[in-house]
């Protein structure tokens, strides 16, 4: 199939569907590819690759695929899944956690360039999911004693306003999510297909939960197999998309051990929970502990204080200040104290949970929004966490 | 009671009868009286503090104690029970090890100072036996994790032909001398008390296991009482004896702990073994982990990697090359074939095991001996270690 001018027109949405094309055709994180798009641009670069005029070395990459054109249908497929793409510019697009990547890949580093675009479901907003998350990796085949850590940890870093971050695996990653989700905050599934698959099939409910409040993350288009050296090219995301890696346990030759090295040669502190020595489940991070600069920990306060040198304020308190609430009337106050934590809620739900008739709580989340304390979205109104 | 001169006569005995007056009526440990008795001497020493005439602060380390003299007494004690005292200048006395305590001494470290004099009880050689030895050490309430791994760690040690060395106490320490008394090894009990007091009492029948191949090791005279404060003067010996420090399990206040602080004070390198995070046992050993430049070790060989580093060779095989042996007469191969790997022993058990006549093996050993395969003491054969 040849290529005609008109489909290469300049334009916004021809630069997304530009970078949707270049993720069904391109495996991530090739550093060359990643400069030829950013010298080119992706209008160009795609041009080039269908029509295989793409320098040598570049169009290798892309293989048979270049004749091959499914945007529509993928975006179709997004749409219909209530799915979306994010491209750089985008006010979504996670700028700040990649640019680690960016930064590695000039220095050399093989492997790391950040992604051309991202396919992400659910009702979380990635750039402020991630700007403040910790990634929880590990065997999939882990013990109950590693899935008790991987959900405590996962809880107790949710409680405290972090973002869970994992791979939607068995074992570890599905402890996490889910110790996340029990303390009714959002998480972030990386996946290594598309986001419309469910791989393992078994985690399908826990996928539809996790896109709740939370996102699922994928560099390929809907449809997409999660071929097995797609879990090592999505490892560097999980890596990149937290500002510290935790490795709950992990078998001599784990895949969690390779999220971490990512995470290291990211800049990311590494660190990992250990455990029995009699436990084959916890040779990959006594090994870890041994051989590498990762510390560790043994509980939540121990990740704290590791992910908070850097930069990263400690969490905020949930509730806003006394003198502020001090100022509140007597409805408003009931108003903010129904509110759960993280949920969003719709005002007659808040009017059941705080005793309050529906109008009177419409009356008050609006003076409460003027002071910061809730925002709103969609018809639902949720604490704000600054407040 | 007042000193007479003629009972601080110089002499060989007598400097000995001073230094176990010395057990007696210092606590050890101290710098300053260490400096004191090293430099005038352990006779005009003990003379100046019996006759309460020694500088002021030295003469208040012994307080109330100075007019007492069971010198005698202390030594017929000894005697009856098989022991002995050892002090400087032995061929027994482990001077290279105690080396280290007089170095950190010198350099200010408080509560360093080497030991006035050693009872030992047992027929294990000091000096031979702290040659090449492991401290293991931990918990009093250990979990039977961690009671595995102690024992699993002295077994293998003991195998390599390293002298396991701890504490004689409950827990850790009990399954660290079993272990290697397991492996047929000697092993060293260094006691906070007298070392003809079973302390615990319930260690009686494993004491008299350790006292039959190794030896029982305290710096105070027998009958005394094992003090609290004397557990941790103690901890500083059992540093000291040894090239380094394996802590296996210790809760949040074990003193394990101290005896790795000492050791590291000594520059002796310091281990510990990793648990759950979920024990409380283990919370000693990921304090030191995080908080101290101890090593993570999972097993043997983590071990011998940390002190075979310094400067002592890996474990020899225990048993000669095959060449030479090679040359040996059949009796003399199933003379040699008969010893077992450290116990010594008398030609007719040798016969026995060997199924030789005994006027074969008495022809056989020296044969034997000549070669560097067997040692001669005190009417019994043994292995040599590095044949």
Known sequence: MSVQPEECAAGVDAARSARA???RAVEPGDALMHAYVGSVGPIAAMCSLRSARAPTEVQALVGARYD???VSADLAAAVSIGARLLVPGDREWPAEPLHAMTVATAMGVQGLAP??????????DLAKLTGRAVAIVGSRASTSYGGEQAAQLAFELAERGWTVVSGGAFGIDAAAHRGALSAGAPTVAVLAGGIDRSYPAAHAALFERIAQDGLLVSEWPPGCAPYRHRFLIRNRL????SVGCVVVEASARSGARHTAGRAQ???RPVMAVPGPVTSAMSVGTHV???DTEARLVTGVEHVI?????LGVDLAPLVRGPDTARDALSGVQARTLEALPRRRPMLPDQIARAAGLSVREVLSALPALETRGFVEYADGTWRLVRSS
């Open 68 to 70: 091959e054109d499914r």
């Open 115 to 124: 992604p051309l675009a991202l396919w992400v479901r659910g009702h979380g």
């Open 305 to 309: 204080e590791e992910i908070g040198q």
């Open 21 to 23: 094309w270049l993720t």
């Open 265 to 267: 040669e990211l800049g």
């Open 288 to 290: 870890l502990l041994r």
């Open 238 to 241: 999980i890596a990149a998309l």
